[in-house]
């Protein structure tokens, strides 16, 4: 079944058709990717999805609910987290701090305050919420093997901690589906090598993971299915070995031989 599926997907910004009526589905509980040459669409096809921007026709399907031009706040709540091409970190909090933050916006307790709810039962609330926060915090920090550098603060990390670290955040807010865009950009193999086995035992727990990614050793090892677009448009869609022999896809990364 289709965790998640777009109906004819368009996204244009004046003349720039930058995703260009795509059909595109997520199977539950599978990796899958997302691929193409620089400016192919794939960031703007995540935001069109996570409510980060709106279609301008087409649209977007999770769970089977329309969930098209619904807010990114809501579509967090649905069950939707994501990663963002470059970092973005608070990088002067700790390691901790950032990922209660993506706690925080799960528990939608800013939410609690307001006169129609009695102050002490709110505080309770609050105290007892806190508390969850701060250990399911810990407990993702520890599925990462962060948990060790939660007092340190984030821009003293590895730089491929500080990506898993956006990963950790992201999960905090414990989504059905996540998308990674470009997860492993700027990663040397050791850390990329890591990032492959923490993107499994994350689908392990149940998670459906979409990635946008260049480096096609991790895409061709991980991804059970992957969706080629090129200037806008899906040109190809397979398994690893499929899309490997697509002569759409060799001539969108290639050029065509003279
Ligand atoms: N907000 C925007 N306003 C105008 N044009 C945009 C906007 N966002 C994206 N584009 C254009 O849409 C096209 C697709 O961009 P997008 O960022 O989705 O590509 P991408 O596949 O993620 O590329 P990359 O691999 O370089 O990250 C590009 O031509 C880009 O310049
Ligand atoms: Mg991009």
Not at 50 to 70: E, L, W
Not at 208 to 221: A, Q, R, S, W
């Amino acid at each position: 079944m289709s965790l998640l599926y777009t109906k004819q997907l368009t996204r244009a910004y004046g003349g720039v058709i930058a995703v260009s009526d795509v059909d595109f589905s997520v199977e539950k509980n599978s990796i899958s990717g997302l691929i193409g040459p620089n400016g192919a669409g794939k960031t703007t096809l995540f935001n069109n999805v996570t409510g980060m921007d709106i279609p301008t026709s087409g649209s977007v399907h999770f769970n089977d609910k329309d969930i098209t031009g619904v807010p990114a706040f809501k579509i967090s709540r649905l069950g939707i987290a994501r990663t963002f091409q470059n970092i973005r970190l608070f990088k002067e909090m700790s390691v901790l701090e950032n990922v209660m933050i993506g706690r925080h916006f799960k528990s939608g307790r800013s939410m609690i305050s307001g006169r129609t709810v009695n102050a002490l039962t709110s505080y309770m609330k609050m105290k007892s919420e806190e508390k969850d926060v701060y250990d399911k915090a810990r407990e993702w920090l520890d599925f990462f093997g962060l948990d060790e550098a939660r007092n340190e603060a984030a821009k003293n990390l590895p730089y491929g901690n500080q990506r898993e670290l956006e990963i950790a955040r992201a999960m905090a807010t414990e989504p059905e589906l996540l998308f990674l865009d470009e997860p492993a950009a700027g990663m040397n193999p050791q850390e990329t090598d890591h990032l492959m086995s923490t993107i499994r035992r994350i689908r392990d727990l149940g998670v459906t993971v979409l990635l946008i990614e260049h480096d096609m050793k991790l895409v061709m090892n991980i991804c059970e299915h992957i969706t080629v677009l090129n200037y806008g448009k899906k040109i190809a869609e397979g398994n690893p070995s499929e899309i490997q022999k697509n002569p759409l896809v060799i001539e969108a990364y290639l050029g065509k031989e003279d």
